[in-house]
């Protein structure tokens, strides 16, 4: 399951849909979040492993994979990503067969090697296994550092890699005739559902016929290969054992892993389980209106989003609004910095909303987005589609497909699908069509890109005693929790944590994260999940508080600024910039910098040319502390600027604070005054 909002879910009316809705029925995932301790090396701990239920490669097969992989060695060669801030990795590739059976063909595997910097670390490194399938893991780890990779630096190294036919890894799997006509179809409003079936079956088989004369064979894009591929990467590295964390995909591929390669596996953590024998085809729809479900009566509860209507009820009719009126909004590339006018209709709107379903992140803010367009206010709605944009890179759609169709359409049975269809709610006739074969239709996706036969015990529950931590999320609408009950029931030494106000993906972040390395200390002991108990979903209830905490950082102007900053809000490039991100249109921002005189111009263009708000002529005013600032603000769209800007020892200083019109007040008590009173820069 594709862990983040990205890749084949693009911004593209009726073509979103083919893909956002195949991407839930097949099972594909968003997008893409401890303490101190030395950590403990627990190889001796280690129980004895059976693994039972497949018919896996034996005889003159496993004994030839065996030696391939005994035989794998490790090239040390560039990264060809941007490393996280504070990492140097040792990046290189490792050589794996095409197809593990025969032995023949090779492709390389890239990989990233984080040392950690804790002086006795763990000897058992941990190695992330990306969701999709079809995510890349190295081009996106700057966007995790802070929630998965420095916390588990925190114990031992970590390994981050791109699976076959993903990201920097070999072969090039992307399918660029799909987003192409993507591209198309957004400048094409009202065409029919057979129509663009046509065209998205034509770009697939397009993709595959390229794809094969590249040489390339797709059929050798399964699981059980792709855990071949993992084992390989550790006899490389040279790790006795490892630790598997799996988010998503990745938690089949973990599984897979602890099937075909068990000596090699300390512990398991499978977050957002997908286990090999569950029919993701059937059950899909049914657990994405769940979701759908369990937000609606989420809002229902709480009084300020009850108060604006029932949430449902109100989705359903902009769906239709759009569907009837389409509407055409400029959507951003944020890393690129190009643009374009895409056209939003209905099936848009549910292509937003099946991506949102994924994380609190996004879905807390679908009261907001629900009220804009009743206003007729496409802003919020450019924001989820470009933000859906940004993440198109960092996903291969032929990867994807490959893989889905190898090994999962293949189990399902159409009769049994159109008879567990749930009725559509937003009258899109497309919505929920995948039993029938047309656009919409996992078995029309893969008979026009085509399916392998998949390796015998493919689809058979995996049977271990590895230490297992299983987790989920009680919002998720792709990889339910009841989902992660059926994988727990096969691991005989599993403990089950659900994160009761999550969705999709629940270790990234500071609690889940602290039960990962809970349980990596200590994968006997049952880990306290108790942090969870804490959480909330909050829609439009109030903003919350700020708690404050010391800091300090060079400036690079000949000077070192002091004060607080806001305990726990995301840091950005700039060293002194902040930003709290509880949701997605969360527009909170935070600046405090000291420099030269270039700031003045930095910090009017950021704001007029970034956020739209010009500034007004301002005035000096005292400020905490007996020190005299200069002050301006300004609106613009909802949206307040607070600014003041002084010289301390010889360096102008500027705090700014830029936040929705409603908390300014409660921002500048909680943040801006302490901030201003702390404030000091001395020259270094």
């Given at each position: 399951?594709?862990?983040?909002?990205?890749?084949?879910?693009?911004?593209?009316?009726?073509?979103?849909?083919?893909?956002?809705?195949?991407?839930?029925?097949?099972?594909?995932?968003?997008?893409?979040?401890?303490?101190?301790?030395?950590?403990?090396?627990?190889?001796?701990?280690?129980?004895?492993?059976?693994?039972?239920?497949?018919?896996?490669?034996?005889?003159?097969?496993?004994?030839?994979?065996?030696?391939?992989?005994?035989?794998?060695?490790?090239?040390?060669?560039?990264?060809?990503?941007?490393?996280?801030?504070?990492?140097?990795?040792?990046?290189?590739?490792?050589?794996?067969?095409?197809?593990?059976?025969?032995?023949?063909?090779?492709?390389?595997?890239?990989?990233?090697?984080?040392?950690?910097?804790?002086?006795?670390?763990?000897?058992?490194?941990?190695?992330?296994?990306?969701?999709?399938?079809?995510?890349?893991?190295?081009?996106?780890?700057?966007?995790?550092?802070?929630?998965?990779?420095?916390?588990?630096l925190e114990r031992g190294d970590?390994?981050?890699?791109?699976?076959?036919?993903?990201?920097?890894?070999?072969?090039?799997?992307?399918c660029d005739e799909v987003t192409?006509?993507?591209?198309?179809?957004?400048?094409?409003?009202?065409?029919?559902?057979?129509?663009?079936?046509?065209?998205?079956?034509?770009?697939?088989?397009?993709?595959?016929?390229?794809?094969?004369?590249?040489?390339?064979?797709?059929?050798?894009?399964?699981?059980?290969?792709?855990?071949?591929?993992?084992?390989?990467?550790?006899?490389?590295?040279?790790?006795?054992?490892?630790?598997?964390?799996?988010?998503?995909?990745?938690?089949?591929?973990?599984?897979?892993?602890?099937?075909?390669?068990?000596?090699?596996?300390?512990?398991?953590?499978?977050?957002?389980?997908?286990?090999?024998?569950?029919?993701?085809?059937?059950?899909?729809?049914?657990?994405?209106?769940?979701?759908?479900?369990?937000?609606?009566?989420?809002?229902?509860?709480?009084?300020?989003?009850?108060?604006?209507?029932?949430?449902?009820?109100?989705?359903?009719?902009?769906?239709?609004?759009?569907?009837?009126?389409?509407?055409?909004?400029?959507?951003?590339?944020?890393?690129?910095?190009?643009?374009?006018?895409?056209?939003?209709?209905?099936?848009?709107?549910?292509?937003?909303?099946?991506?949102?379903?994924?994380?609190?992140?996004?879905?807390?803010?679908?009261?907001?987005?629900?009220?804009?367009?009743?206003?007729?206010?496409?802003?919020?709605?450019?924001?989820?589609?470009?933000?859906?944009?940004?993440?198109?890179?960092?996903?291969?759609?032929?990867?994807?497909?490959?893989?889905?169709?190898?090994?999962?359409?293949v189990f399902a049975d159409p009769?049994?699908?159109?008879?567990?269809?749930?009725?559509?709610?937003?009258?899109?006739?497309?919505?929920?069509?995948?039993?029938?074969?047309?656009?919409?239709?996992?078995?029309?996706?893969?008979?026009?890109?085509?399916?392998?036969?998949?390796?015998?015990?493919?689809?058979?529950?995996?049977?271990?005693?590895?230490?297992?931590?299983?987790?989920?999320?009680?919002?998720?609408?792709?990889?339910?929790?009841?989902?992660?009950?059926?994988?727990?029931?096969?691991?005989?030494?599993?403990?089950?944590?659900?994160?009761?106000?999550?969705?999709?993906?629940?270790?990234?972040?500071?609690?889940?994260?602290?039960?990962?390395?809970?349980?990596?200390?200590?994968?006997?002991?049952?880990?306290?999940?108790?942090?969870?108990?804490?959480?909330?979903?909050?829609?439009?209830?109030?903003?919350?508080?700020?708690?404050?905490?010391?800091?300090?950082?060079?400036?690079?102007?000949?000077?070192?600024?002091?004060?607080?900053?806001?305990?726990?809000?995301?840091?950005?490039?700039?060293?002194?910039?902040?930003?709290?991100?509880?949701?997605?249109?969360?527009?909170?921002?935070?600046?405090?910098?000291?420099?030269?005189?270039?700031?003045?111009?930095?910090?009017?263009?950021?704001?007029?040319?970034?956020?739209?708000?010009?500034?007004?002529?301002?005035?000096?005013?005292?400020?905490?502390?007996?020190?005299?600032?200069?002050?301006?603000?300004?609106?613009?769209?909802?949206?307040?600027?607070?600014?003041?800007?002084?010289?301390?020892?010889?360096?102008?200083?500027?705090?700014?604070?830029?936040?929705?019109?409603?908390?300014?007040?409660?921002?500048?008590?909680?943040?801006?005054?302490?901030?201003?009173?702390?404030?000091?820069?001395?020259?270094?």
């Amino acid at each position: 399951m594709r862990q983040s909002p990205s890749g084949a879910a693009g911004p593209s009316a009726r073509f979103l849909l083919l893909l956002a809705v195949f991407a839930l029925v097949a099972a594909a995932c968003a997008p893409i979040f401890g303490d101190d301790d030395e950590g403990a090396d627990g190889g001796d701990d280690t129980p004895s492993t059976q693994v039972d239920g497949a018919d896996t490669d034996t005889g003159d097969a496993a004994e030839a994979v065996e030696q391939v992989v005994v035989d794998a060695r490790f090239v040390d060669g560039p990264c060809g990503f941007e490393a996280p801030l504070d990492t140097s990795p040792r990046c290189g590739t490792v050589a794996v067969p095409v197809d593990w059976a025969t032995g023949e063909g090779s492709i390389e595997i890239a990989v990233a090697v984080f040392s950690s910097p804790v002086a006795n670390p763990a000897a058992d490194p941990v190695v992330y296994l990306e969701g999709g399938p079809g995510g890349h893991a190295l081009e996106t780890a700057r966007f995790v550092n802070g929630d998965l990779i420095q916390p588990l630096l925190e114990r031992g190294d970590l390994i981050l890699l791109d699976q076959r036919g993903a990201g920097l890894s070999e072969p090039d799997m992307s399918c660029d005739e799909v987003t192409a006509l993507q591209r198309e179809l957004e400048d094409s409003p009202g065409q029919s559902n057979d129509e663009v079936t046509e065209l998205f079956h034509e770009s697939l088989r397009d993709c595959r016929a390229r794809l094969e004369a590249e040489g390339i064979d797709l059929d050798a894009f399964h699981t059980v290969n792709n855990a071949h591929d993992i084992e390989a990467v550790r006899i490389a590295l040279g790790y006795e054992q490892w630790n598997l964390l799996g988010i998503s995909y990745g938690t089949k591929l973990a599984l897979e892993v602890m099937r075909q390669h068990p000596d090699g596996v300390r512990t398991a953590i499978i977050d957002s389980v997908f286990p090999q024998a569950v029919d993701s085809v059937r059950d899909n729809p049914q657990t994405f209106l769940n979701s759908f479900d369990a937000v609606v009566a989420a809002c229902a509860a709480e009084p300020a989003c009850a108060a604006e209507g029932d949430l449902g009820q109100r989705l359903i009719d902009v769906v239709q609004t759009f569907e009837a009126d389409p509407v055409q909004v400029e959507v951003q590339d944020f890393l690129s910095g190009t643009s374009d006018d895409v056209f939003v209709e209905g099936d848009t709107i549910v292509g937003i909303l099946t991506q949102a379903l994924y994380s609190p992140y996004w879905f807390t803010d679908l009261p907001e987005l629900v009220a804009e367009l009743e206003d007729g206010d496409t802003d919020a709605v450019a924001s989820y589609l470009s933000q859906q944009r940004t993440n198109e890179p960092f996903f291969t759609d032929g990867m994807f497909y490959a893989i889905e169709c190898n090994e999962e359409i293949v189990f399902a049975d159409p009769a049994e699908v159109a008879a567990a269809m749930p009725a559509d709610p937003f009258g899109l006739d497309e919505t929920f069509d995948f039993a029938s074969n047309n656009g919409s239709s996992a078995f029309g996706t893969c008979e026009a890109f085509g399916a392998g036969t998949p390796p015998a015990g493919s689809n058979d529950a995996v049977v271990s005693d590895i230490p297992t931590l299983v987790m989920a999320g009680e919002f998720d609408p792709v990889t339910p929790v009841s989902w992660a009950e059926e994988a727990a029931e096969t691991l005989e030494n599993s403990f089950l944590v659900v994160a009761p106000f999550d969705s999709h993906g629940v270790s990234p972040g500071e609690c889940g994260m602290g039960i990962v390395r809970s349980f990596l200390d200590d994968p006997a002991t049952e880990p306290d999940a108790s942090c969870f108990d804490d959480g909330a979903v909050t829609f439009l209830g109030a903003p919350p508080a700020v708690d404050l905490e010391d800091f300090s950082y060079d400036t690079g102007f000949g000077a070192e600024l002091t004060g607080v900053r806001p305990s726990g809000w995301e840091q950005g490039d700039l060293l002194g910039d902040f930003y709290r991100q509880e949701s997605l249109l969360d527009s909170t921002l935070f600046f405090q910098l000291a420099g030269n005189d270039n700031l003045a111009p930095l910090v009017d263009d950021y704001l007029a040319g970034v956020i739209g708000i010009t500034l007004d002529e301002g005035a000096r005013v005292p400020g905490p502390g007996g020190r005299a600032w200069n002050y301006r603000q300004g609106t613009n769209d909802g949206l307040a600027a607070e600014v003041y800007d002084t010289t301390i020892n010889g360096f102008p200083v500027y705090v700014l604070l830029v936040t929705a019109e409603p908390e300014v007040e409660q921002q500048i008590d909680d943040l801006l005054l302490p901030v201003l009173a702390a404030i000091d820069v001395q020259p270094l």
